[in-house]
């Protein structure tokens, strides 16, 4: 249950293995958090994830079925990738060749290329060695895995750098440049963690974008969800909207069907792509929950303003970002304070310059997001209030015009309104945030193991949030079911 990218991707694969599945989806239409909004004035935003990589993910379910990929769905690689303006003023491109992003490095922040280059490299050489043990299996199957000693040793081997924080890492990269490492640390964001917390593993997160490449969909990301659900379809997946599951049925440890408002059914199996704090506390009550799991800290979550802008900024990509003045305080503002930094780092996306039926002639569609606490009750619309002045600013500021008045269109979506729209337990964008060691260990497993017959996906359990996660998620659950 769920049509978010996690439960479309593995109705497709059990599909394509002959199982007859239904996905009950509580929405009116397919995406979940990869869904799509339009603004009066002709403006197409895509709604969640603007960032694709690991593109190859998607293909393999084309292939799978015995589809030519580019019949369905198409992409191209990014470059440049992202425009970053720091608050000192500085402007840096990064080209998608790396060794023209170290160059540019070089010219404009004055770090020796190489330094850039060894750094990558040491990137690429983490992803290698761990991307197949925590991406691509189940971590649950083999319980000695998860022994007090065997994590202890684990925790020790200093290729995972699970003893020191991504910031030590980049900061002993490069401490000769505070924006490097400010860029660098960025990278804990995408899985929605503080760069200041979690382990140095994640320093493998930059060898996605730049060693192995960030990609446009070609319409925008939500071709990637309208794509997959086409194949589904086609593959005689039936899709039931504005049915949320309310209840999974079980007897004698093994799951029997699942109660909607509108009937009962009966299923062999029932795989859930709603986020795993909820599957328990709403629709399985009376069943034991893994409190520990459970309770594990949120990542973050973001807050949102969809603008449509009457005006073409020459300097703007596709990805933008727009650094604060201090990081520390930004992470510690969210992550400790629960609340949203006075002086926050601003990310705009805008794909109008790729697809331009997102905005009208002249116009940009901009996507603009703060990373922010996921919601425990904050005075959010206060919050926004105070957010949307301090953007404009710092937009403003970097671009050298005045925003506000070129803004035509709005629309805001905060953790309460993601949590209210895609039932993510306080509206955290990729389930548990991986700011400790051992949060890869603690994230729900894929499978129940305590009924029968019940799978999960998606972002809030192993291996993670992320389109290309929560594609893997879909893997391992289909190699789990016989
Ligand atoms: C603002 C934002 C920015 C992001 N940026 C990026 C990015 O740049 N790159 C990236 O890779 N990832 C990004 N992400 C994360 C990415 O979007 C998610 O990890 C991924 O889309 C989650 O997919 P999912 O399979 O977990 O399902 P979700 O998208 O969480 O969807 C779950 C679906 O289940 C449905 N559902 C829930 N409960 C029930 C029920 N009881 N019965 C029936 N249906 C139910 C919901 O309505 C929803 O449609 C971002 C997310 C957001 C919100």
Redesign the pocket.
């Known amino acids: 249950?769920?049509?978010?990218?996690?439960?479309i991707a593995t109705a497709v694969r059990l599909a394509v293995r002959g199982h007859h599945v239904t996905v009950?989806?509580?929405?009116e239409s397919?995406?979940?958090?990869?869904h799509q909004l339009e603004l009066p004035g002709g403006y197409r935003f895509d709604?969640?994830?603007?960032?694709?990589?690991l593109p190859h993910l998607v293909d393999e379910l084309f292939e799978l079925a015995g589809r030519n990929p580019q019949d369905y769905f198409r992409y191209q690689r990014l470059d440049p990738i992202t425009q970053y303006f720091f608050a000192d003023g500085t402007r840096l491109t990064a080209w998608a060749d790396e060794e023209k992003f170290a160059a540019e490095v070089e010219t404009k922040l004055h770090v020796p290329a190489a330094d850039v280059l060894a750094f990558l490299q040491r990137s690429r050489q983490a992803y290698s060695a761990t991307a197949d043990t925590f991406l691509q299996k189940s971590l649950h199957k083999a319980s000695t895995y998860l022994s007090p000693d065997v994590l202890k040793a684990v925790a020790a081997t200093p290729q995972l750098g699970l003893l020191e924080t991504m910031h030590q890492r980049h900061q002993a990269a490069f401490p000769g440049d505070a924006r490097l490492v400010q860029l660098f640390d960025r990278f804990a964001t995408?899985n929605g963690s503080d760069p200041y917390q979690a382990p140095a593993t994640l320093s493998m997160i930059p060898h996605l974008e730049h060693g192995l490449g960030a990609f446009y969909p070609e319409g925008g990301i939500y071709a990637i969800a309208q794509s997959l659900v086409r194949l589904a379809e086609e593959l005689g997946v039936e899709f039931r909207y504005q049915?949320?599951?309310?209840e999974i049925l079980t007897a004698a440890g093994q799951v029997t069907g699942v109660r909607?408002a509108q009937d009962v059914y009966d299923f062999g199996l029932v795989i859930s792509?709603?986020?795993v704090v909820?599957?328990y506390r709403?629709?399985l009550p009376t069943q034991p929950a893994p409190e520990r799991t459970l309770s594990q800290p949120r990542s973050s979550s973001?807050l949102?303003f969809y603008w449509g802008v009457a005006h073409r900024f020459s300097e703007l990509g596709v990805h933008n970002i727009f650094f604060s003045q201090d990081y520390k305080q930004e992470f510690e503002a969210i992550f400790q304070q629960k609340t949203i930094s006075s002086d926050p780092t601003v990310y705009v996306n805008i794909t109008s310059g790729h697809t331009p039926n997102d905005a009208p002639a002249g116009h940009e569609n901009w996507f603009v997001?703060v990373n922010v606490p996921h919601d425990q009750g904050q005075d959010w619309p206060a919050l926004i209030n105070q957010t949307r002045a301090a953007v404009l600013a710092r937009v403003s500021k970097a671009l050298g015009q005045d925003v506000a008045p070129l803004i035509r269109a709005e629309h805001v979506?905060d953790p309460p309104g993601?949590a209210a729209?895609?039932?993510?337990f306080g509206g955290a964008?990729?389930g548990s945030s991986s700011n400790n060691m051992l949060a890869a260990f603690l994230r729900h497993p894929n499978f129940s193991r305590k009924l029968e017959g019940l799978y999960f996906?998606?972002?809030?359990v192993h291996p993670g949030?992320?389109?290309?996660?929560?594609l893997l998620?879909a893997r391992i659950v289909s190699g789990l079911i016989n």
Do not use: H
């Open positions: 249950m769920g049509a978010g990218i996690g439960g009950f989806e509580a929405q397919f995406g979940g958090k990869m709604g969640g994830p603007s960032l694709f990589t995408y049915e949320p599951v309310l909607t792509n709603m986020d909820p599957t709403k629709l973001a949102i997001m979506w993601i729209r895609t039932s993510s964008l990729y996906c998606g972002g809030s949030g992320g389109i290309p996660l929560c998620s």
